[in-house]
């Protein structure tokens, strides 16, 4: 069954994670799962798994999926339990544990629902092994994961997320489409029907990896924010910054009162603020186009009006066809609008002369089908077709 969510009543702001190096020091792989299948060199693990990449044209996270469970043979079970075993020791930066609930019960108090979600080429099942994960902190985790047998045992990659593919899921985002498989999210939505605008996307992540999913957030005039660990140089979030990747940047360190915190915040309370603005701008809009359309209806019932008088005094043939020529492109008619047509057609000799004309007859026919009335006057006009 698809996963759809609906449009809230209040503003939705979804902030998206990548996992490794921004809300973890380290590969998830690299704290447990490869010093016990490969050993402590974790550099050299993937140094073997680039290198099958780029030997074989092959995803490099397709490499060191298969890497994985090669080097798992004989060594370790390689099932789902045992990845979710590996993730729930994975380490967080300071704060993330309290971090998604405590944002949440913030955007609650000023009226934006919050939502968490993990997009990342990291492994989900390991994603799910967190105890942030089990404590229910997101709302989706989009992940490179495994298939498995019935023994639990994985045998072929189910889902790979590269650093391309990953925006494809702001967009699933975007629409409320979270299912991977629901195409639903092709589908055309007016900008007042779209569950979180991008303007309601933040995107936090930590390296080139996160640059196409940053660029689109932040064209789309959402927030990107670059994180770096503190016992490491910015060169990474400069470089960003510098070409206009995020729009802000800060310690991966989510306690309260961090420079994260505050920006969030900041976001959060903007947010508030905007989406107000925007609720009026759609009502005004909405209030526009009710009273364009009335317009437009009553100019309709003038042209329909003018054609009608202009039937009744038509004084030839040409002009009679001419203008039910005209009349013909008019889907709808009035009971009114109705019974006036067919008095023309009853009284002027001119339209009555030639009722099964082609066009003509054709013509009233249709306004006769669309009639809900049955007078004299109809079944008078139904007996001069032939």
Avoid at 65 to 78: I, T
Wanted: charged letters at 30%.
């Amino acid at each position: 069954m698809s996963t759809r969510k609906e449009k809230e009543e209040q503003p939705v702001l979804a902030i998206c994670y990548d996992f490794d190096k921004t809300l973890s020091p380290d590969d998830m792989q690299a704290q447990g799962y490869i010093q016990k299948v490969y050993g402590d060199d974790v550099q050299s693990f993937w140094k073997e798994s680039n290198a099958l990449a780029e030997d074989n044209e092959m995803d490099s996270n397709l490499a060191y999926m298969f890497k994985m469970k090669e080097e798992a043979e004989g060594k370790e079970l390689f099932t789902r339990k045992k990845l979710e075993d590996y993730g729930s020791r994975v380490s967080l930066f300071p704060g993330v544990s309290e971090w998604f609930e405590r944002i949440r019960e913030f955007g609650k108090i000023k009226g934006v629902i919050v939502e968490h979600y993990i997009i990342s080429s990291g492994l989900k099942e390991m994603i799910e092994g967190t105890a942030v994960a089990k404590a229910g902190a997101f709302e989706k985790i989009y992940a490179s994961s495994f298939f498995y047998n019935k023994k639990g045992v994985a045998i072929w990659p189910a889902q790979v997320i590269n650093y391309t593919n990953k925006t494809q899921f702001l967009f699933r985002i975007e629409k409320g489409v979270l299912d991977i498989n629901d195409y639903g999210v092709n589908d055309y939505f007016a900008p007042e029907d779209i569950r979180v605008p991008f303007r309601n996307i933040v995107y936090i992540g930590d390296s080139d990896t996160d640059i196409p999913c940053m660029k689109l957030v932040n064209t789309y005039g959402g927030h990107s924010i670059g994180v770096y660990n503190e016992k490491n140089d910015k060169s990474k979030v400069y470089k960003m910054m510098r070409e206009n990747r995020i729009k802000y940047f800060a310690p991966a360190d989510y306690t309260d009162g961090s420079e994260i915190d505050i920006i969030v915040k900041s976001i959060i309370n903007r947010t508030a603020s905007n989406e107000l603005l925007e609720s009026i701008h759609y009502k005004c809009k909405e209030e526009q186009e009710t009273i364009d359309s009335e317009i437009n209806q009553d100019k309709i019932k003038l042209e329909k009006l003018g054609l009608i008088m202009s039937l009744e005094s038509s004084g030839n043939f040409f002009t009679t066809h001419r203008l039910i020529e005209k009349l013909v492109k008019y889907q709808s008619w009035s009971e009114d609008e109705i019974q006036m047509l067919i008095d023309a057609a009853l009284n002027n000799t001119q339209v009555r002369y030639i009722i099964n004309d082609p066009d003509v007859k054709s013509f009233y026919k249709k306004v006769l089908a669309s009639s809900s009335t049955q007078n004299n006057n109809s079944k008078e006009l139904k007996e001069l077709f032939e």
